[in-house]
C-alpha cells in the first residue's frame, strides 16, 4: 500500500502487477520453500502419528507444486516460450497454465483454500488464547495450524475485503485499487511455507521428546 500511494503509476505497475514482479515471484519463492520442507517431512513420514496426516502432507506439497507452477505458468513467464495453438485457445489469457481454463482449476480450489486458511487462523488463535501445550500423539494437532501461522492467515481473509464490499461503497479507491487476489495469493504462499516448516519443526521436537529406545 505504501509504494501504491508513492510510486508513479507506471513504475508500480512495472514492479507489482505484472508477471515477473516482485509479487508474483515472491510467491513462487514462498512456495518453494514451503514445497522443500513439505519433501522432508513426507521423507520422514513414518514419524507422523497418523496414516492420514501423512496423505494430507503430501496432498499440500502436490497443491504447493501446482500453485507455484500456475503462478509461473510453469516457466513461461521466466523464459517467454510460445503457447501451442491448441492449448492457446482453451486458455483465457492464451498461457500454458490450467487455471485460466476452468474454475475447478482456479477459483474453487482457491476458495477451498481461503476457507482452510481463515479457520485454521481461528483455530490457531484459540491454541493461542488456551495456552495448548503439542501432543505428538494427537494426529489432529498436526493438521490444524499453530499461533505462528494466525498473523498471515487473518492477512489472507482482509486482504480482498476491500474487493469484495465493492457492491456496498463502490470500487475501491488508492490505495486499495491493486490486484488484491496477488497479494492474497502471495499471503496465501507465505501461511503454507509457515505451516509446512513449522510440521517440519514439530516433528524435530516430537523426535527430540521421545526416549533413545523409540527413536
Not at 514462498?30 to 513414518?46: F, T
Not at 516457466?75 to 501451442?84: K, N, V
Not at 505462528?148 to 469484495?164: D, K, Q, T, Y
Amino acid at each position: 500500500l505504501w509504494a501504491r500511494w508513492t510510486l508513479p503509476a507506471d513504475r508500480f505497475r512495472q514492479l507489482f502487477m505484472s508477471e515477473q514482479g516482485p509479487v508474483e515471484l515472491g510467491t513462487v519463492l514462498l512456495l518453494a520453500i514451503a514445497i522443500a520442507a513439505g519433501v522432508l517431512v513426507i521423507r520422514r513420514r513414518r514419524e507422523l502419528p497418523a496414516a492420514w496426516v501423512r496423505w494430507w502432507a503430501t496432498a499440500l506439497v502436490v497443491g504447493c507444486v501446482y500453485f507455484a507452477g500456475e503462478e509461473i505458468s510453469w516457466g513461461q513467464h521466466l523464459f517467454g516460450w510460445s503457447t501451442p495453438e491448441p492449448l492457446a485457445e482453451l486458455n483465457d489469457q492464451g498461457e500454458t497454465n490450467l487455471h485460466n481454463m476452468s474454475s475447478w482449476l482456479d477459483q474453487k480450489p482457491r476458495l477451498a483454500l481461503e476457507l482452510w486458511v481463515v479457520v485454521g487462523a481461528v483455530v490457531a488463535l484459540l491454541r493461542w488464547w488456551r495456552k495448548e501445550s503439542f501432543q505428538p500423539d494427537n494426529a489432529w494437532h498436526w493438521f490444524w495450524p499453530w499461533p505462528v501461522a494466525a498473523s498471515a492467515g487473518i492477512c489472507v481473509a482482509l486482504v480482498r475485503l476491500p474487493e469484495r464490499l465493492e457492491p456496498l461503497f463502490g470500487p475501491p479507491r488508492n490505495p486499495f485499487d491493486i490486484r488484491l487476489a496477488e497479494a492474497q495469493e502471495l499471503l496465501l504462499g507465505l501461511y503454507l511455507m509457515i505451516y509446512l516448516v513449522t510440521l517440519l519443526a514439530m516433528l524435530n521436537r516430537s523426535r527430540l521428546s521421545r526416549s533413545p529406545d523409540q527413536r
